[in-house]
């Protein structure tokens, strides 16, 4: 029998199997380098929650140390996309009061030093790794080594914005973290995070293993935010980067689908698109079914606040941006 949905308690279907052999053939893929033994569980099934639209992988066996400790050695591993860093910011100096902020998972600090230029807002964060809590502090930053269950007694209602970056998705029990975090809130505080929406654009070609299990356990979209919001009784936001046009899109996956990855670029895309005018016709039309939040077409990543009532019980007037 397949898992309920670990948001909204529906039935899950499933769509597919992924087997730990495919799982281990996907980051030799991407890192020229087999995992360790211990860092693949087992094979999943990948679940679709019938009433949410949540994707979640069944069992909920999430990567471990042995998973983390090895993907944290590859410098790819840690890029990141800033354009939600720089909407942080936006959003927080428009709230226009002193603020406190709590990251959790602050790494050395990276976050933390970008987000304290902003006015009346005092900065501070969680980190698991007593190394890179110790190099944060040497940059100045209040980054204390502990994790969210050592803290969440001590410190609820003490904050005013709790930061959880790319977590989430990466959790064994999603809504067990996120009642965590509410009780950090203050009435009237938000959490935000940001994660891939799913599927990615590049995921209509293939899979991507970054995003399956045991690296991500759910993968998201906007009804499966929308459950959160109602699960968790706060109001939700979402704001995404601009997707690329769908044609565009499909110029690059169909020289990629028909030439390998990365391989074919810049206007040598073209006679490779009109050899392969059948193929580009299917990946287009598959980019145009891709879902609409807030009437465009989704990008790959969203960033998300969801916001605790305010002590008069009315959610704090945001403005969207
Ligand atoms: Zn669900």
Known sequence: MTAPCPICAGPGQVQRRLTADEITAGFYAVFAEKPPAGA???????AGCTVCGLVFA????AGDAALYGWLTGFTKYHA??????????????????????LELGAGRGDFLAEIATVPDLDVAGIELSAASARA??????DVRQAALEDIVAGEAGAWDVVVLSHVLEHVAAPLALMADVKRLLKPGGRVLFSLPYSPMSREYLHDDIMNLPPHHMTRWNISAL??????????????MPRAKRPWKRALKHTCDLVRG??????????????ANWRTFRK????????????GR???????VSLALPDAAGAAPEQRAT
């Open 80 to 101: 990141q996309d800033r354009w939600e860093w720089t909407r942080m910011k936006a959003i927080l100096a428009a709230a226009g009061r002193p603020m406190a902020l």
């Open 58 to 61: 069944d069992p909920m066996a």
């Open 283 to 294: 990946v287009l039309a598959d980019h145009r079914k891709r879902d609409r939040v807030d």
């Open 261 to 274: 990855e990365g391989r074919v670029s810049g206007l040598a895309r073209l006679p490779v698109v009109l």
């Open 136 to 141: 944060a502090r040497a940059r100045g930053l």
């Open 226 to 239: 929308e459950t959160l919001a109602r699960v968790t009784g706060m109001r939700l936001e979402t704001w």
């Open 40 to 46: 693949v569980p087992g094979d999943y099934d990948i």
């Open 297 to 303: 077409m989704a990008a790959d990543t969203v960033l």
